[in-house]
């Protein structure tokens, strides 16, 4: 499913990931643990292709991807890759099924479609009472699931999360991973979680741990 062959990459002199190995099977939850600095985010901002690496390969769905030309690579990005992220990044001046839409709506889907799909999410995410709030009227945990749902509006296949429970208190963070846990049963998508919490690192199938550019 990912293949990460021997990813390099340096920042000028400083040398962050120094040949990178890793296999991820299709429906697998992992977790990338590390210190501060560890390159846990440029990992998985290369495997989310949003990042070019210095050298190696990262192979998805046997489509070497750091191999794709820059329009090539944007298509690839958002029909098989949706991204969750610690500080949400949802647009403020649009409701939540809004926001859920803006991917499926830049991938020229039909608008019906696309809204349909977006409160069969935010229902299967126990928010769909919540559908035309904005941000701003919006819990922590509430934002959270409304940016899960985005990233799945056009049915990755991969879904990347940096720090998803990082603002969130402890129910919030377990309730999170139980809606990872759930929508893994019902639409089998890849989840790569990066944090710095072991306690949740745990709960996945799997951890890996960045430590001096490689992983232990």
Do not use: W
């Not at 750091?66 to 990005?77: D, P, T």
């Not at 799909?117 to 009472?129: G, M, P, Q, V, Y």
């Amino acid at each position: 499913m990912i293949t990460v062959d021997n990813i390099y990459k340096s920042y000028g002199d400083l040398q962050v990931l120094k040949g990178i190995q890793l296999e991820i099977g299709k429906s697998e939850i992992v977790s990338v643990l590390g210190a501060s600095g560890a390159g846990k985010t440029t990992l998985l901002q290369i495997i989310g292709t949003l990042l070019k690496p210095d050298s190696g390969k990262v192979i998805i769905n046997g489509v070497d991807t750091v191999s794709l030309k820059e329009n090539m690579l944007a298509q690839f990005r958002n029909q098989h890759i949706g991204f969750v992220f610690q500080f949400h990044h949802l647009l403020p001046e649009f409701t939540a099924i809004e926001n859920v839409c803006i991917p499926g709506l830049i991938a020229k889907k039909n608008k019906f479609d696309v809204q349909k799909r977006a409160f069969e999410l935010l229902k299967a995410l126990n928010i769909s009472d919540r559908a035309q709030h904005k941000p701003n009227e919006l819990s922590g945990g509430e934002k959270q699931r409304v940016a899960i749902a985005r990233a799945l509006i056009n049915n990755p296949t991969i879904i990347l999360a940096d720090e998803p429970s990082g603002n969130l208190d402890s129910k919030n963070a377990r309730d999170l991973y139980n809606i990872i846990f759930d929508l893994r049963k019902s639409f089998e998508q890849t989840f790569i979680i990066v944090t710095h919490n072991e306690e949740h690192a745990k709960l996945t199938d799997r951890m890996f741990t960045i430590k001096d550019g490689v992983v232990e």
